[in-house]
């Protein structure tokens, strides 16, 4: 299907929408575009976390949050937003709801710095007893996806920076 076709269909003479052409161009956004598609196995894997991780009270949102600030030092919330990719309105639930569960510990603000975040004792604990639920929830998502129409998913995104455009 040429940009010309789409674009000639678009509109008739007077200006008046084909239902018939709007739904086969609906189906065919529907059907092909990636940005669904990569949302939607954005779900089914993040399911597949959260099944294995749910009896333990922790989702795989809150999981990478507390690798995340293990794998820093002191890191602030600016810092997680980009490294996670998050709004900043997801970080701050999440970790109002980790702190709250003890988990997490935010340091008083400190100028032109910001607020420091760092593991409690209890926060370590949780993602060090993680390490064996998250390996076969790992396992299993690869399963899903299959060895060889996905081998290496790490490789897939290491090219990508972040986009904070729209943040």
């Known amino acids: 299907m040429g940009r010309s076709t789409l674009a000639a269909d678009r509109c008739s003479a007077r200006g008046e929408v084909k239902e018939d052409r709007a739904r086969q161009v609906g189906r065919l ?8 598609r ?24 809150q999981l990478n949050l507390l690798a995340a600030i293990a ?12 490294l996670l990719d998050v709004e900043k309105s997801t970080l701050s ?4 709801r980790m ?12 100028p032109r710095r910001g607020r420091a975040l760092r593991l409690t004792p209890a926060g370590s604990k949780m993602l060090i007893n993680m390490l064996a ?35």
Not at 29 to 34: H, K, M, Q
Not at 101 to 110: E, I, K, M
Not at 134 to 154: I, N
């Open 29 to 36: 956004i529907a059907s092909e575009c990636l940005a669904v």
């Open 38 to 61: 990569v949302r939607r196995l954005e779900r089914v894997i993040s399911r597949i976390y959260d099944a294995a991780l749910a009896e333990h009270g922790i989702n795989i949102a």
């Open 71 to 82: 794998a820093g030092d002191q890191g602030r919330p600016s810092d997680l937003t980009r």
């Open 93 to 96: 639930r999440n970790l109002k």
């Open 99 to 110: 702190e709250g569960l003890g988990w997490v510990h935010s340091d008083p603000a400190v």
């Open 133 to 167: 639920v998250w390996e076969k929830a790992q396992a299993k998502a690869m399963e899903e996806l299959g060895q060889r129409s996905f081998p290496q998913p790490h490789k897939l995104l290491s090219s990508f920076s972040p986009s904070r455009q729209n943040r």
